[in-house]
């Protein structure tokens, strides 16, 4: 029980376990180490914040005021074994692929399976990035943003929303992130700056029910462009959606999924690997990342069944292409993948294609 409580709750801390890529490892950002909310200081550090010059300064970006986007990362990498979670998510995937198989099939296919997992489990349940990790800074998100050429032109402003990234602390920091997107909307009303929140893994949540709250008490305000990245606010695996429900509930969050009537337009990226988002129905738009690697699972698996000399190989590749780690930080840093077995290297590139145009364009579609 401990264990998979354990299992559970670190599902939810793997929104900073990001490997560093090249491009970032060692670089400097102009947004230095940022003041973290605590349950103690969260009203102090809101106040303290200084928020950026209204005015628009550059070129603005393909037509209309250069946005002003606000960031919010989701919670802290922890020590983490994925045995747990990985073993039943591969079950889960044997089963879906073999769905519709004659019931002999089935049987062969089970009996095969549970033999297969008997050998292997332990290298089924390795984590691929074991000992490639590392905690990412507060700063993540504004980093990553700072490498678009856009922001070198001035065309859009960034505003991190910090906080301990502690989901104990959702209490204390929400009331906080209320206040602070009244004091952005206020000192950006009147430039026709459009205002958007680029929010990762839980910082979706927490601002999610800020705009909720907010609704109540400036129904004038208006978000122009919500956009979650990661979001378990309806996760699809039961177990990660309990877990949602019960953290909600002991910190006074809401646990009603809908679309805040402040926010214009609701665009949710998830990916059906990373098993704590999901697609929103709320939402406006709902991208998923991940479906061009759907036709390689199927290959993985017939392997593992039918070619004992290559099974071992094979499911550690099924493990890479199934492991959430990878798959929850995709939003902000791709996903990268050297699939053996089948002498392939899987690219999925998330951030340029689709995360950093909601950031930057000012002309919502039609």
Same mark, same amino acid.
Not at 35 to 42: K, M, N, R
Not at 51 to 74: D, H, M, N, Q
Not at 106 to 123: G, P, T
């Given at each position: 029980?401990?264990?998979a409580?354990?299992?559970v709750?670190?599902?939810?801390?793997?929104?900073a376990?990001?490997?560093?890529?090249?491009?970032?490892?060692?670089?400097?950002?102009?947004?230095?180490?940022?003041?973290a909310?605590?349950?103690?200081g969260?009203?102090?550090s809101?106040?303290?914040?200084?928020?950026p010059e209204?005015?628009?300064k550059?070129?603005?970006?393909?037509?209309?005021?250069?946005p002003?986007?606000?960031?919010?990362p !989701?919670?802290?990498y922890?020590?983490?074994?994925?045995?747990?979670?990985?073993?039943?998510?591969?079950?889960d995937?044997? #089963?879906?692929?073999?769905?519709?198989?004659?019931?002999?099939?089935?049987?062969?296919?089970?009996?095969?399976?549970?033999?297969?997992?008997?050998?292997n489990?332990?290298?089924l349940?390795?984590?691929?990035?074991? !000992?490639?990790?590392?905690?990412l800074?507060n700063?993540?998100? #504004?980093?990553?943003l700072?490498q678009?050429p856009?922001?070198?032109?001035?065309?859009?402003?960034?505003?991190?929303?910090?906080?301990s990234r502690?989901?104990?602390?959702?209490?204390?920091?929400v009331?906080?992130?209320?206040?602070?997107?009244?004091q952005?909307?206020?000192?950006?009303?009147?430039? !026709?700056?459009p205002i958007?929140?680029?929010?990762?893994s839980w910082?979706?949540?927490l601002?999610?029910?800020?705009?909720?709250?907010?609704e109540?008490?400036?129904?004038?305000?208006?978000i122009?462009?919500?956009?979650?990245?990661?979001?378990?606010?309806?996760?699809?695996?039961?177990?990660?959606?309990?877990?949602?429900?019960?953290?909600?509930?002991?910190?006074?969050?809401?646990?009603?999924v809908?679309?805040p009537?402040?926010?214009?337009?609701?665009?949710?990226?998830?990916?059906?690997?990373?098993i704590?988002s999901?697609t929103?129905?709320?939402?406006?738009?709902?991208?998923?990342t991940?479906?061009?690697?759907e036709?390689? #699972?199927?290959k993985?698996i017939?392997?593992?069944?039918?070619k004992?000399s290559?099974?071992?190989q094979? !499911?550690?590749?099924?493990?890479?292409?199934?492991n959430?780690?990878p798959?929850?930080?995709?939003?902000?840093?791709?996903?990268?993948?050297?699939i053996?077995?089948?002498?392939?290297?899987?690219?999925?590139?998330?951030?340029?294609p689709?995360?950093a145009?909601?950031?930057t364009?000012?002309?919502?579609?039609?």
């Amino acid at each position: 029980m401990k264990i998979a409580k354990q299992a559970v709750f670190a599902a939810f801390i793997l929104s900073a376990a990001f490997f560093v890529r090249p491009a970032l490892a060692g670089q400097p950002s102009a947004i230095s180490e940022l003041p973290a909310f605590t349950s103690t200081g969260a009203a102090s550090s809101v106040n303290a914040f200084k928020f950026p010059e209204p005015a628009v300064k550059g070129p603005a970006l393909r037509s209309g005021p250069a946005p002003v986007v606000i960031t919010v990362p !989701g919670l802290k990498y922890s020590q983490l074994d994925i045995k747990a979670l990985i073993v039943p998510i591969l079950r889960d995937l044997f #089963e879906a692929v073999f769905k519709k198989q004659k019931l002999t099939d089935r049987q062969s296919f089970e009996a095969n399976f549970q033999n297969y997992l008997s050998r292997n489990e332990a290298a089924l349940a390795e984590d691929p990035a074991a !000992g490639a990790t590392r905690e990412l800074p507060n700063n993540y998100l #504004e980093a990553r943003l700072q490498q678009l050429p856009e922001y070198a032109e001035n065309a859009f402003t960034i505003i991190p929303f910090p906080w301990s990234r502690n989901p104990d602390d959702s209490a204390s920091v929400v009331p906080g992130f209320v206040d602070k997107l009244a004091q952005v909307y206020d000192t950006y009303k009147d430039t !026709g700056r459009p205002i958007y929140i680029l929010a990762h893994s839980w910082g979706s949540v927490l601002m999610h029910d800020a705009m909720h709250r907010l609704e109540k008490t400036r129904p004038d305000v208006r978000i122009d462009r919500f956009i979650t990245t990661g979001s378990p606010l309806t996760p699809s695996y039961k177990v990660i959606r309990s877990y949602v429900d019960v953290e909600s509930r002991n910190e006074g969050l809401t646990t009603i999924v809908s679309k805040p009537s402040i926010v214009r337009e609701w665009v949710n990226i998830w990916s059906s690997r990373d098993i704590l988002s999901n697609t929103i129905p709320f939402a406006d738009s709902n991208t998923q990342t991940d479906a061009s690697v759907e036709n390689l #699972e199927p290959k993985l698996i017939r392997l593992i069944l039918t070619k004992p000399s290559e099974s071992v190989q094979a !499911g550690k590749d099924l493990t890479k292409l199934r492991n959430f780690i990878p798959w929850h930080k995709c939003y902000i840093y791709d996903f990268n993948a050297v699939i053996d077995s089948l002498k392939k290297t899987v690219s999925v590139t998330v951030f340029l294609p689709i995360v950093a145009p909601e950031v930057t364009r000012t002309r919502a579609p039609h």
